[in-house]
């Protein structure tokens, strides 16, 4: 199992806004807190289920009976108050939550290991009350699984109907494509749910459901306000004036590697391929995010995998649009984990106080250690909402579009691609990078034939 599959999240609440069909009118919202869930049995993992508690505020926001507000942290708060900061939460807890936030609900839970079998349940508590108004619960045996069965608890919780999924069902975590599987059904989801693993039989590579939407692209208001802050207005303008406006996109549903692409797998397509090595520490290792590529190569590569792949389907880069959208996952923060930068290496190779140490170089830093000075192994931390790793630093992601600083004033409202432009937009930031290119929405170019040891990239499938 992966490590970042339990390592620590954050410790928290997380406020939205739940509409109960079954318990208030059709106009009416219930203010809801989302408190991390709790974790019982064999696990021996600390603060696990503030993972739960991460993927079911997303799931809540896409059952579109929740708008997902800023994340507050209250564990201190709780404190204060002699309230209990973790575990299940008892009636005067819930009660108090109420009190202080203004909610009138909190859904919690649990997350239990029961010998294979890892069971996670949620409630709806009335903090007026302390009664419990709904129950959910689903069960699995990998934990991998989990995030592509949020949406299950959540539907439960605001009150749809829902068919449960078999365990022996859901113990298969992804959907293995072969050279005959169209003929005996087994082909691509026709329906996938949000954040569903489909793995090409040809390369191994996996790829995520990223279901369509809307969202605003770009950075915003408050965004801008803290960068200037921060770094000044003549940085500002150099650096981040670029991300502006932000503008509504609409995009159709796509499958995103699950992973960025790997030097093992680039390999296949480039034998000789050589990634390098930075200060005496090799780049090359068969799991580590292939660098040294350029736009060109990358783009080489998924013309190659599609006229390999068993499945007929088409892969190539993602656009600039998709990338964000993804990144995001359904979130409004500068990071799909929150605006703190300083939180970034439980899900994010950057640059920290490791690689600070090693470069001996006064560059502005993250203030933690993420265990590695340059690449690491793909899916080495904490993935996003929707299950995708490293979508935020290890390496810069090359996208299909060119660069053109004033794009957003003039991007189409569905699909935009940018298809103009001398330099090709990358996103993400590298193991190399301050926290000011650590964050979804910022953008950064580079020459389709210039290539470095910060740079790779990761596919989208058709």
């Not at 605003?216 to 306000?225: A, I, P």
Request: with cysteine; net charge negative.
């Amino acid at each position: 199992m992966p490590k970042i599959l339990f390592r620590i999240l954050l410790s928290g609440i997380f406020l939205g806004v739940l509409v109960s069909p079954a318990m208030a009118g059709d106009d009416a919202k219930m203010p809801v807190a989302v408190v991390e869930f709790d974790v019982m049995g064999e696990l021996g993992i600390q603060d696990a289920g503030a993972i739960i508690a991460e993927w079911m505020v997303s799931a809540l926001g896409r059952t579109q009976a929740f708008d997902l507000k800023e994340r507050v942290l209250l564990k201190k708060v709780l404190e204060e108050q002699q309230l209990a900061a973790s575990g299940l939460l008892d009636d005067r807890a819930a009660t108090e939550i109420g009190k202080l936030y203004g909610v009138t609900g909190v859904v919690t839970g649990g997350v239990l290991r029961w010998g294979k079998t890892l069971s996670v349940t949620a409630r709806l508590i009335d903090t007026t009350t302390g009664t419990i108004l709904r129950t959910a619960d689903l069960k699995v045996e990998n934990s991998d699984q989990i995030p592509g069965r949020m949406d299950e608890l959540a539907r439960t919780l605001v009150g749809e109907e829902v068919t449960p999924t078999p365990l022996q069902q859901a113990s298969v975590s992804t959907v293995s494509v072969t050279a005959n599987a169209a003929a005996v059904g087994g082909d691509i989801p026709k329906q996938p749910a949000p954040g569903q693993v489909w793995k090409d039989g040809t390369s191994g590579s996996e790829f995520v459901w990223v279901p369509g939407g809307c969202f605003s692209m770009g950075q915003s208001e408050t965004e801008k306000e803290r960068i200037i802050r921060e770094e000044g207005d003549a940085l500002y303008r150099k650096n981040y004036a670029d991300e502006t406006p932000a503008h509504k996109v609409c995009l159709d549903g796509f499958w995103m590697g699950r992973f960025e692409v790997t030097n093992a797998q680039f390999k296949a397509f480039e034998p000789a391929h050589d990634s390098g090595s930075y200060k005496g520490l090799s780049l090359s290792g068969a799991n580590l995010p292939v660098v040294y590529v350029s736009w060109e190569q990358a783009r080489g590569y998924a013309d190659w995998l599609t006229a390999q792949s068993a499945a007929k389907r088409k892969f190539r880069l993602p656009s600039e649009a998709e990338w964000e959208f993804a990144c995001r996952a359904g979130t409004s923060w500068e990071r799909f984990w929150g605006n703190d930068s300083d939180q970034s290496c439980k899900f994010a190779n950057v640059y920290d106080r490791v690689a600070q140490k090693a470069d001996a170089c006064p560059w502005q830093h993250h203030d933690c250690d993420d265990d590695f000075v340059t690449t690491a192994p793909v899916g080495s931390y904490f993935p996003n909402p929707l299950g995708l790793y490293d979508i935020l630093g290890n390496v810069w992601e090359w996208t299909a579009d060119g660069y053109d600083p004033n794009a957003y004033r003039s991007h189409a409202r569905a699909n935009p691609l940018t298809t103009a432009g001398e330099t090709k937009v990358r996103r993400g930031g590298s193991w190399a990078d301050s926290p000011g290119s650590i964050r979804c929405g910022n953008r950064g170019k580079r020459s389709p034939d210039r290539e470095n040891n910060q740079v790779g990239f990761r596919l989208v499938m058709e």
